[in-house]
């Protein structure tokens, strides 16, 4: 009874696939290498901006209840923020910063205190973490700033450009 054989692979065609594996690597190769010598590369992660809304809901909002809390905007889990507005133009004046101190848990975030104009630590309710007391200033001294654009009528925040 006769044997049955799979394909068989002549020299011709080893040849062939090592040669084409050896042009795929040596291509993957200089790739990598041109990505690494320009200079810089940052790496980012997750939305480059959080749109927080229209100019005009969120003045409305701020005047009424004081700056906004918005939970998560990041891909994190972790990146909670406050945007507030300073000043009388509705273009200008925009802030936008973290609602904790970095060493901070996230059940200890700043609330706003309008009687005091400013910011108090404060803890989740139920969380039954303490906090610290600790305060800052309407303008989120001290704490991480993200820089924030008017464009389009709506207020957006540059997640991913951080500044101090």
């Known amino acids: 009874m006769p044997v049955a054989r799979g394909p068989q692979i002549n020299a011709r065609n080893a040849l062939l696939i090592g040669f084409t594996a050896v042009v795929i690597a040596g291509l993957l190769f200089a790739m990598v290498w ?6 810089d590369t940052e790496i980012v992660l997750g939305d480059r901006d959080f749109d927080a809304g229209r ?21 994190s889990g972790q990146r909670d923020i406050i945007v507030t507005h300073l000043g009388t133009d509705p273009e200008q004046g925009w802030l ?9 848990p996230r059940n200890c975030f700043f609330d706003w205190d309008a009687d005091e104009q400013q910011f108090n630590l404060t803890s989740a309710e139920g969380s039954g973490t303490v906090c610290d007391v600790d305060y800052v200033d309407a303008a989120g001294n001290g704490l991480l700033h993200y820089e924030v654009e008017v464009r389009g009528g709506n207020i957006h925040v540059l997640l991913n450009k951080e500044r101090k």
């Open 34 to 39: 041109l990505a690494s010598s320009q200079g």
């Open 55 to 75: 100019i005009g809901a969120i003045s409305r909002e701020i005047a009424e209840r004081g700056p906004i809390l918005y939970s998560d905007v990041g891909s």
């Open 96 to 104: 936008a910063f973290a609602a904790r101190r970095a060493d901070h």
